[in-house]
């Protein structure tokens, strides 16, 4: 339902959200707990949550973290060239590990455990399609041969059309879509669907890349790309196209590590004001009708669960994000931190 001012949906998700972990996680976890049914939560910390034990003891950390809150973390392993696949098995059949995501190795923050050849780890892909369980996929190759704008070009064409011929039937989610190709190979194929950010629908490479240094508050992986790529990322979204919808990719880093060079670690935090800009870029398009398609049914859906009960409201009114989180020794740049925006949630 909306009207101009007004707009009642049903409670979103994140399908993609960074909590962190320790000091970090207290600090941000709140901000998803907020709004969201369900998270998520990617399992890509410092030492990665790469078996049961660790998959247990990290979404009690969330879960003491949001004591009395209608809200429901969900992990996906984070897969490795090693893997124990029993202990795999296990944890997806007891439902720790929601499904399994695939970092390639090197492709962004924390991913040097990640996987170094992708065909090597098919078994991990065959348990996932047997069990009915997503892999969820940062599509971006690196080499040295490779442009920084190509990465997710060149993972679909040459890691992603294999595993989807090779496992038809397993359930893929390439995680904060990026380009209208990436875009256009999740809509023409089976058996996939796409996530997108904030700030994937807002940027574009000019907000970014400067001619002696990067705004790093800008910088994410996969990185922002052209106008006619964020115009066909708005398409899909704002048509409530069912297989593309929120992964916030929250991705908090501590001020220190925001440099404006090429060493900032790549990661934006949106979460304080995620649902609020998604709602304007609805609102900017013209199809404030369709957000809770992008925000609440769509993955559910994709994802075969059930859709969730309570509602929120988000009000027309201006209000100015702060410009940081802050938290005992912690400064977090927020996502357009210090800009005037039009929704806010109803409380
Ligand atoms: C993420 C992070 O900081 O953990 N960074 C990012 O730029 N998106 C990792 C990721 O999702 O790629
Ligand atoms: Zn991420």
Same mark, same amino acid.
């Given at each position: 339902m909306s009207s101009s001012n007004l707009i009642k949906i049903i409670q979103p998700d994140d399908w993609h959200v960074h909590l962190r972990d320790g000091e970090m996680m207290e600090a941000v976890t709140q901000y998803s707990a907020r709004?969201?049914?369900?998270c998520i939560v990617m399992p890509n910390l410092e030492h990665p949550v790469t078996n049961r034990e660790l998959g247990l003891k990290y979404l009690d950390k969330i879960h003491s973290l949001t004591l009395g809150q209608l809200f429901s973390p969900l992990l996906p392993c984070y897969l490795?060239?090693?893997?124990?696949l029993d202990d795999f098995r296990l944890a997806l059949v007891e439902n720790i590990f929601v499904g399994a995501k695939l970092y390639p190795?090197?492709?962004?923050?924390? +991913?040097?455990?990640?996987? +170094?050849?992708?065909e090597k780890i098919y078994p991990t892909f065959e348990i996932l399609q047997n069990l009915k369980k997503p892999l969820l996929i940062h599509g971006e190759k690196v080499g040295e041969n490779i442009d920084i704008f190509d990465r997710e070009k060149v993972f679909i064409d040459e890691e992603l059309v294999l595993i989807r011929e090779k496992f038809p039937d397993l359930k893929i989610i390439l995680e904060h879509v990026s380009s209208k190709y990436g875009a256009d190979f999740v809509n023409d194929n089976e058996n996939i669907a796409g996530t997108l950010t904030p700030q994937h629908l807002m940027l574009t490479k000019k907000d970014v890349f400067f001619d002696e240094y990067i705004n790093p508050h800008h910088f994410c992986m996969p990185v922002v790309k052209d106008e006619s790529d964020l115009l066909a990322l708005r398409k899909y979204a704002c048509s409530g196209h069912k297989k593309f919808f929120i992964g916030t990719d929250s991705a908090p880093h501590h001020i220190?590590?925001?440099?404006?060079?090429?060493n900032a670690k790549p990661g934006i935090f949106s979460s304080p004001c995620s649902i609020e800009l998604y709602a304007s870029i609805f609102e900017e398009e013209n199809s404030l009708q369709n957000l809770e398609k992008f925000s609440s049914i769509n993955g559910p859906n994709f994802y075969n669960m059930s859709i969730n009960k309570n509602c929120i409201e988000l009000i027309k009114e201006s209000w100015k994000i702060p410009e940081f989180t802050i938290y005992k020794n912690l400064k977090i740049k927020n996502f357009m931190g210090g800009k005037e925006i039009n929704w806010k949630i109803k409380k």
């Open positions: 709004i969201n049914g369900r490795t060239d090693n893997l124990d190795n090197n492709v962004t923050t924390n +991913s040097s455990y990640g996987v +170094s050849h992708i220190d590590f925001k440099i404006p060079n090429l």
